[in-house]
């Protein structure tokens, strides 16, 4: 099964951008369902955006609907987030996630099995 591991995170004024970057390694990624998910701290782990197997299908948090955007790219082995107008409540440790039982993984973090090391954003105000 495929290993994940995030980069990109770091401190941006409100009203900035972050592309996080999500690279894996260990197996066939193209096979894998994506979602990318966020915590901060005392809140529940928190539905961020998926992306299908292919790129074709996407869903999005309420929260970051028209903000963010979620990509893949298949040939590199890594799936993006592109975050825009960043607000200091998008403050929080971003984690990647993978499933390989399905095309598209959709919000729900407990059906997905394979998950990175976090990386840290912090949006400042």
């Known amino acids: 099964q495929v290993q994940l591991v995030e980069s990109g995170g ?3 004024q409100a009203g900035g951008s972050l592309r996080l970057s999500c690279a ?3 197996g066939t990624f193209s096979t894998y369902a994506m979602g990318w998910f966020r915590q901060a701290p005392g809140k529940e782990r928190e539905f961020v955006a998926a992306i299908s197997w292919s790129g ?3 869903g999005y948090g309420d929260s970051v609907r028209g903000r963010f955007t979620i990509s893949r790219d298949n040939a590199k082995n890594t799936v993006y987030l592109q975050m825009n107008s960043l607000k200091p409540e998008d403050t929080a440790v971003y984690y990647c996630a993978a499933r390989g ?3 598209y993984g959709g919000g729900d973090y407990s059906r997905y099995g394979i998950w990175g090391q976090g990386t840290q954003v912090t ?3």
């Open 10 to 12: 770091g401190l941006v």
């Open 24 to 26: 894996a390694s260990g």
């Open 56 to 58: 074709g299908s996407t």
């Open 101 to 103: 039982d399905t095309y």
């Open 123 to 125: 949006v400042s105000a």
